[in-house]
């Protein structure tokens, strides 16, 4: 995602294909998650190095410009995003992995 959404130039393309999608299922769909777990996506990037610090704003960002191309496609769909907790002691492990 950070590759994506790492470079300006990429939002514009998946904002497209977002509302694609939202066009072609629109009323099929009870909820729409617009970036399933980040915290984990970010996690990962994080453990590899890769991490671009403006990646969570630019979710953020990503976030409410489909939210409203929802809207505007289908104005009573619910939409949300989800977050995924990592409990230390997952952090502690991941860490002792990498440790060996």
């Known amino acids: 995602?950070?590759?994506?959404?790492?470079?300006?130039?990429?939002?514009?393309?998946w904002l497209a294909d977002a509302?694609?999608?939202?066009?072609?299922?629109?009323?099929?769909?009870?909820?729409?998650?617009?970036?399933?777990?980040?915290?984990?996506?970010?996690?990962?990037?994080m453990r590899l190095g890769s991490f671009h610090p403006m990646m969570p704003l630019r979710l953020a960002q990503a976030h409410k410009r489909v939210y409203n191309?929802?809207?505007?496609?289908?104005?009573?769909?619910?939409v949300s995003s989800n977050v995924a907790c990592i409990p230390c002691t997952a952090r502690?492990?991941?860490?002792a992995r990498q440790a060996a």
């Not at 939202?22 to 909820?31: I, N, P, W």
């Not at 191309?69 to 619910?78: F, G, L, S, Y």
């Open 92 to 95: 502690k492990v991941i860490a």
């Open 69 to 78: 191309v929802i809207h505007t496609i289908d104005p009573d769909a619910m």
């Open 1 to 13: 995602m950070d590759r994506l959404l790492g470079q300006r130039r990429d939002a514009p393309r």
């Open 19 to 45: 509302e694609q999608v939202v066009r072609r299922y629109a009323g099929d769909v009870t909820m729409w998650i617009t970036f399933n777990e980040a915290t984990v996506y970010m996690a990962q990037e």
